[in-house]
């Protein structure tokens, strides 16, 4: 998980309140309305996260030298607005899992934030957790879990159509087997590094079987200004039929998304 910005994104987490709707087509639904102080501890997470952990003593010794360490790593001049809300409703999704959902930050992994360059968007689920017994074996366990976040938001004034669209995509079409193979190998490197086992990390790779859906935890997180809340809310009525697969639609409300962008480094 983060280890820059995390004790702002548990303060974060630690401010959830989802309030939960009406299942529809075997998605679990639910909502969470942030207030302007939520959205202030979502850009300070943002902020130590580009910040990358310097201390004041070093970006002194490195001014000394005429050296700005802080502009080289928030890279104000490469910064591309999609992509910075991006970044921050991302955090914002993590966050919610956290305090809604029960999971623990040491449990998920966020390979895309902050992007690379923050000028273009990089490939891979927004967010994955995963919670496997620490035994080898040829099977998953019922408490074994893969969880898959996928986050997408909207500025867009009218509809969260275009919004729900692609993140039902994101969670049904686009991952293919090759594509979860391939997240599954970058998860089980980091697994191997915080420690775990070869032999338990590798279990990940039965995540792909079909017989594996009971498993898997998929969640959408669709974010929007307060004033697309009865679009979004209407949209939910389009959500596809889980096919007794766990599925979890979660909407998010955050004052000022669409100048987001404006507040950060």
Not at 181 to 204: F, I, S, Y
Not at 240 to 254: C, E, I, M, T, Y
Request: aromatic content about 4%.
């Amino acid at each position: 998980m983060l280890t820059h910005g995390r004790d702002s994104l548990l303060k974060l987490a630690g401010k959830c309140v989802a309030v939960s709707l009406d299942p529809i087509m075997g998605w679990t639904c639910d909502s969470w309305l942030l207030d302007d102080d939520d959205v202030d501890i979502a850009v300070e997470t943002y902020r130590e996260l580009l910040s990358g952990g310097a201390t004041d003593e070093v970006a002194e010794v490195l001014a000394q030298a005429g050296i700005d360490l802080e502009a080289l790593l928030q890279a104000q001049d490469e910064g591309n607005d999609r992509i910075t809300r991006s970044d921050i409703t991302e955090l914002i999704a993590a966050a919610s899992v956290i305090g809604a959902d029960g999971w623990l930050a040491d449990e998920l992994h966020m390979p895309n934030v902050p992007k690379m360059a923050r000028k273009k968007s990089d490939s891979g689920i927004d967010v994955l957790g995963v919670r496997l017994r620490h035994t080898p074996s040829d099977s998953l366990a019922s408490d074994e879990v893969l969880l898959i976040v996928s986050v997408k938001h909207s500025v867009d004034e009218k509809s969260a159509q275009g919004m729900r669209y692609k993140l039902v995509t994101s969670l049904s079409d686009d991952i293919t087997p090759p594509y979860l193979a391939a997240q599954l190998r970058v998860l089980n490197g980091k697994l191997q590094e915080q420690g775990t086992a070869k032999e338990v990390a590798a279990k990940v790779y039965f995540f792909i079987r079909p017989t594996a859906d009971p498993n898997k935890s998929l969640v959408g997180v669709g974010l929007v200004d307060p004033d697309l809340e009865t679009s979004l809310s209407d949209q939910l009525q389009y959500l596809p039929d889980a096919n007794g697969q766990k599925r979890h639609f979660r909407a998010v409300l955050v004052p000022g998304l669409r100048t987001l962008h404006e507040r950060c480094p």
